[in-house]
Structures are given as structure tokens and as C-alpha cells.
């Protein structure tokens, strides 16, 4: 689990944007996984149909809101060299209880996420914004910061798996969209499909936004 | 200086309290509705589990102070579904064993609940691969697994790189087979 501050975070948190900017921040310019690589995990695991990515972003949309909800709120009481155990401590709170509410009431899906539920707890993401942004900031910016990241994540999430299940089911959320005749590439779906679909996806946002700083000179 | 540390863990403790006491109200709100969903989800299995048994006839008894259930068709009762559990390599494996009616033969395995290690130890949740060679295994002495593919009617295919996971799965069948065994057979309708 990586604590560095990527550098334009550090700048960032120096200049001290406004909860908006943060919101806005989180969802494209500081993307979680196109642009901070964090969160691999679950980015490669559960991307192979869009109905468990988008259960594992709003898993991590609540475990992220909470945790930096709550860390914004108790800031004035961390000890520098306890707050990463305060921080693990909360954030593995928050997801044992979205765990037992999948098991409650959505039962099928926390039998297909299985142990990547209880993993959110070590998603870089979340210890990050409370790191970075939670144990610094106040209530509303830290909340604003929370729910820019998880959209980015959610956002990220999206675009894979849905190249991941239409090639490899010729479906979206369970609903066929390629004719039945569409032979499935079942690659797409399996680990290697992960892989090669998050690569050529960061590669070309890398190159967009090459093209387009060049662009600007 | 020993009584610093408790006084500068004081939030940790604080919180580790705190968290610990809404964990449990969270379990204790929500600890029926799950167990309603396993229950829901053994009964659905358990044609799987024993050939020729339906849902709707089977029924659920207490033998020896363990939950079973009773397989049957409607002609009657064809065998056992016993739900059970153990420690696994990360964390409990929930499995439900289908055996025969007089607990000669496993006939079936599921697994209900498993957070092994994804893409080894969570193999074991795998049909083809693993759960089916259970079938047809013999229930009157214990398993062993082997990684000289097995042979005899007592020998299970370990998963390559889950060799513990593998054991653990063998081991509470072996051990739930030999608990239960004289209860199912004393609780058998008489002919």
C-alpha cells in the first residue's frame, strides 16, 4: 500500500482547492486509475460484467464517503504516527458493514464479488483521500473529495468492464446487445482480458492528453 | 512512560470500541436475513446435490443437535444434505455434502460460503474442476487428498496451488460424516 503523495497531490492540498475543484478533480484530472494507478485490485478483478463493477463502485463510493467523512470529522485528534491505524481501523468498519449488507440483501452479487468486498479495506484509494485529504481537510471538502474520487473510480471501472463484457458476452448488464451470432471472445472475461483492456485503455488516455498538451505548445 | 502509550492510544482504543459495538449491531439487525438467504440457497441445491431429491419434498431435522436436511422425492426419502463448516486456508469454508441414505456414498458437494485465495483456494467453489469428484466417493472411511491423481473411490485431485484449501474442504467432510453418521443412520424411517 503506497503512502507517497503523487506530486500534483502534494501541490494540490498546498493551493488547497475548494470542495468543488476537488469534486471535479477526482472525476478526470486526478482519476484514480487512469491517472494515480491506484486501486488495481479490484480495477482487474471484478470488471468482467458491469452489474459487479458498478456494485463494487458503490461499494467504495460508501466505504470512501464514510471513512472520509468520519477522519475529517475526529483530524483534530490524530497523532501523526497513529492516524494510518485509525485510518485502517475506520475504513475496515465501514466495509464490514457494506459487507454484511450485500450478504443481506444482495446476496447472489457477495457470493459472485467473494473476498473482493473484504479487499476494498486495502483499496489504496480510500487510505489515500484519507491521507491526503480527509486528515486535513474539513467536513464538506472532505466529503466533496470523496465522492469525485469514487465517480472516477466508478467512471473507470464502467469503461472497462464494458468492453470486457460486451466482447467477451456480447452483453451490458446482462442484456444482450451483439446479435446471439457474435461469437464471445471469452478472453475478454477471463484475467488476460483485464489486462490487455486496462493497458490499451490508459495507453490512449496517456496519448490523448500528450496530443493534447502538445497541442497547446 | 508505560502509561504514555495507553494514554496516546487513547482514540484508537476509543474507536476499536466503538466500531466493534455498530459491527455487532449491524450483525445482530442483519444475522437472520442472511442466514433466511443460506437457507434459501441450501434448499436450492439440494437436487444437486442428491440425485432424483426435489425441494419441495425434502425437510429439515435436527440429528445429534445438527441441521440436516432430509432428500427425498416425493416416493420418499433418497438421502442426506448436511450443511457444515471448517477452517479454511484464509478464512471458514461453509460446505453442504449430499450422501446416500444409508451415508455409503457422497453424492454431492457445495460450496455455500469460501473467501479463499481468488484464482487458487476459490477454485474450490469450481464444478468441473474440483466439486464433482466428490460424487461417487466413498462416505464410510475418510478422504485423502493426493497429487498423484487419484485412484481409488477414497482419493480427491488436489487444486494445483491450493493444496491447503484442498485438505480443508476434505477435512470437514471427513470429520462431519464421522460426527453425524451414526445420528442419520439411527434417524433413518423405518422399512
Same mark, same amino acid.
Given at each position: ?5 503523487? $506530486? ?37 478483478? *471484478? ?32 497523532? &501523526? ?36 468486498? $473484504? ?21 464538506? *471538502? ?48 477471463? &484475467? ?26 | ?7 496516546? +492510544? ?46 419441495? +419434498? ?16 416425493? @416416493? ?50 469450481? @464444478? ?58 439411527? +434417524?433413518?424411517?423405518? @422399512?
Amino acid at each position: 500500500m503506497s503512502q507517497t503523495q503523487t $506530486p500534483a497531490n502534494a501541490s494540490a492540498a498546498d493551493r488547497g482547492p475548494t470542495a468543488a475543484e476537488r469534486f471535479i478533480n477526482g472525476i478526470l484530472p486526478e482519476n484514480p486509475t487512469y491517472r494515480q494507478m491506484l486501486g488495481m485490485c479490484p480495477t482487474l478483478a *471484478i470488471t468482467n460484467g458491469m452489474r459487479s463493477a458498478m456494485t463494487m463502485a458503490a461499494a467504495v463510493l460508501f466505504v470512501l464517503v464514510c471513512a472520509n467523512a468520519m477522519i475529517s470529522l475526529i483530524r483534530g485528534l490524530l497523532k &501523526p504516527h497513529l492516524r494510518i491505524l485509525v485510518f485502517t481501523l475506520t475504513i475496515a468498519a465501514f466495509v464490514t458493514i457494506v459487507d454484511r449488507l450485500l450478504a443481506a440483501y444482495m446476496y447472489d452479487m457477495s457470493k459472485q464479488l467473494g473476498p473482493y468486498v $473484504p479487499l476494498i479495506i486495502v483499496n489504496c484509494i480510500i487510505i489515500s483521500r484519507c491521507e491526503v485529504c480527509a486528515a486535513k481537510q474539513s467536513l464538506p *471538502i472532505a466529503i466533496a473529495d470523496a465522492v469525485g474520487q469514487s465517480l472516477g473510480f466508478a467512471l473507470a471501472l464502467a469503461s472497462i468492464a464494458t468492453i470486457r463484457e460486451i466482447l467477451g458476452a456480447g452483453t451490458w448488464f446482462g442484456l444482450r446487445v451483439l446479435p446471439a451470432a457474435w461469437p464471445a471472445w471469452v478472453i475478454m472475461v477471463l &484475467p488476460p482480458g483485464a489486462f490487455i483492456t486496462l493497458g490499451l485503455l490508459m495507453g490512449s488516455v496517456n496519448w490523448f492528453l500528450a496530443r493534447r498538451q502538445e497541442a497547446r505548445g | 512512560m508505560r502509561n504514555n502509550y495507553l494514554v496516546e +492510544a487513547w482514540l484508537v482504543i476509543v474507536l476499536g470500541v466503538v466500531f466493534g459495538g455498530a459491527l455487532a449491531g449491524v450483525q445482530a439487525t442483519l444475522a437472520d436475513r442472511i442466514a433466511q438467504n443460506k437457507l434459501d440457497e441450501t434448499r436450492s441445491q439440494i437436487p444437486a446435490l442428491v440425485p432424483g431429491a426435489s425441494k419441495e +419434498a425434502s425437510s429439515e431435522v435436527e440429528v445429534d443437535g445438527v441441521r440436516v436436511f432430509r432428500a427425498s422425492s416425493p @416416493e420418499g426419502q433418497l438421502g442426506w444434505v448436511i450443511p457444515c463448516g471448517g477452517q479454511g486456508f484464509a478464512d471458514r469454508i461453509e460446505l453442504l455434502v449430499g450422501v446416500d441414505l444409508r451415508v455409503e456414498r457422497i453424492t454431492g458437494l457445495y460450496v455455500l460460503e469460501q473467501k479463499e485465495t481468488p484464482g487458487l483456494g476459490a477454485k474450490i467453489m469450481d @464444478e468441473r474442476l474440483f466439486r464433482s469428484q466428490f460424487a461417487g466417493k466413498t462416505a464410510a472411511r475418510s478422504l485423502v487428498v493426493t497429487k498423484q491423481g487419484a485412484k481409488t473411490d477414497r482419493e480427491i485431485d488436489a487444486i494445483t496451488g491450493a493444496t491447503i484449501s484442498s485438505m480443508a474442504v476434505c477435512s470437514i467432510v471427513n470429520e462431519t460424516l464421522a460426527r453425524v453418521r451414526d445420528g442419520l443412520l439411527a +434417524a433413518l424411517p423405518k @422399512e
